[in-house]
């Protein structure tokens, strides 16, 4: 995006997001002078989707018994995780798509604030 923007082909305004799993909190924020690129957001996966089971949930699936999906990292991980990357003035923007996924997410917001 920063090319595009250096040879002005961004024509909307663009609010961008680090990946958490890839990304380091150290990494800088980028605020362009004109406005038209921001980067201060970073974002993480909690779990996979509905459709190949994967998305993390309290109870097992019905069409799919032995399973309740995937966590993508641990409470404490996750807490530690997102910890950084808050401390730096990121904002956190998180995937969960199951109800044990969006249990562990909000329970580690809440306890940000």
């Known amino acids: 995006l920063r090319e595009r923007h ?9 609010y961008g997001f680090r990946d958490g799993a890839e990304g380091s909190p150290t ?14 957001g970073v974002k993480f996966f909690a779990d996979g989707a509905m ?11 019905s069409d799919k018994p032995e399973t309740s999906g995937t966590m993508v990292y641990s409470r ?6 997102v910890s950084a990357w808050a401390s730096r003035g990121y904002q956190l ?6 109800d044990a996924a969006n249990r562990q997410v909000l ?4 306890q940000l604030i």
């Open 6 to 14: 250096h040879r002005g082909e961004l024509t909307l305004r663009v």
């Open 27 to 40: 990494d800088p924020h980028v605020t362009t002078e004109d406005g038209m690129l921001t980067v201060r």
């Open 51 to 61: 459709g190949s089971w994967s998305a993390a949930m309290l109870q097992p699936y």
């Open 76 to 81: 404490e991980t996750f807490l530690t995780n």
């Open 93 to 98: 923007a998180t995937h969960a798509i199951g």
């Open 107 to 110: 329970d580690v917001y809440a």
